[in-house]
């Protein structure tokens, strides 16, 4: 007769494959009050006395975890991303010198990108595909078209079950149908397409970016440096921008928000986290 031994599985590792336990707990991050003055310079040195998550992704995007951190000084809330990636996606589509032809060519290369979406209304998710309706702020960093204006793209994004103006149609995985639609906020253009008659060097970007954007689309304030295989990337916001486009951060409080990090190695693939409940402690509170 076979004896067959039983391996004791770890409890982590049974919650991850299903096995044993509750499903994991909502993550959460801590925006508390400082005093600090941050610069938006990509220099995380003004971030360390300040606690932060590392935030598992998943998805095809080629990063694994984002470390995120947050805080509140004023009637502002600041968050500092920091990833890995072995190589700096600062073109999007960049025109490439073709010696033979004396004229440009359009690559393939895509940027990095960064994402935060903030909960308006309705029943938010991280998985815009999903089939649940509602309404969302994104903040939409891009390494090539946002970030040499310092900012990043501010977005609003609708979902719903239903078809609406300006929406386009995709299906769940369960072949629902699902409606999308993912604006600008009003203002001026962060950036537009750009062409060049002569050579001005072997790589030049095929988007001219707006350094002085004004309007609700301009609230988020950015940047991000790449150095020895990792992003840093700061944002900025006001709270309450007062604008109809934007999610109200609450002062002291909680709002669901949701991370997505996009590799330029990966295209169109991007990796996204869970939904993550911001928890906010300005001052007096």
Do not use: C
Request: glycine fraction near 10%.
């Amino acid at each position: 007769m076979k004896i067959f031994k039983v391996i004791a599985i770890p409890a982590a590792l049974a919650a991850v494959i299903g096995l044993a336990g509750p499903a994991m707990a909502q993550q959460s991050l801590e925006a508390k009050a400082t005093d600090q003055n941050i610069k938006l310079d990509g220099d995380a040195s003004e971030w360390t006395n300040v606690g932060g998550v590392t935030v598992p992704l998943t998805g095809k995007g080629g990063v694994a975890t984002v470390e995120i951190k947050a805080a509140i000084k004023g009637d502002m809330i600041y968050v500092l991303a920091v990833w890995p990636d072995a190589s700096e996606g600062k073109y999007h589509k960049p025109y490439k010198w073709n010696e033979s032809a004396q004229s440009y060519k359009k690559g393939k290369e895509k940027e990095d990108r960064f994402a935060i979406s903030l909960k308006m209304s309705g029943d938010f998710s991280a998985n815009k595909l999903d089939g649940r309706a509602f309404e969302a702020d994104v903040w939409h960093w891009k390494a090539s078209r946002s970030n040499p204006g310092g900012l990043a793209h501010d977005k609003f994004w609708k979902v719903s079950a239903e078809p609406f103006e300006k929406a386009k149609k995709f299906k769940t995985k369960d072949g629902k149908k699902v409606y999308l639609a993912r604006k600008s906020d009003a203002g001026d253009r962060l950036y537009k397409p750009v062409k060049y008659d002569a050579k001005q060097g072997d790589i030049m970007p095929s988007y001219a970016v707006n350094t002085s954007a004004k309007g609700s689309i301009a609230d988020v304030k950015a940047k991000g440096v790449w150095r020895d295989g990792k992003w840093y990337l700061e944002l900025a916001r006001k709270l309450d921008t007062g604008h109809a486009d934007d999610a109200v951060i609450p002062a002291a409080g909680t709002i669901e928000v949701a991370i997505a990090v996009f590799n330029a190695v990966g295209g169109k693939k991007h990796s996204v986290s869970e939904t993550i409940v911001l928890k906010t402690h300005g001052a007096g509170s």
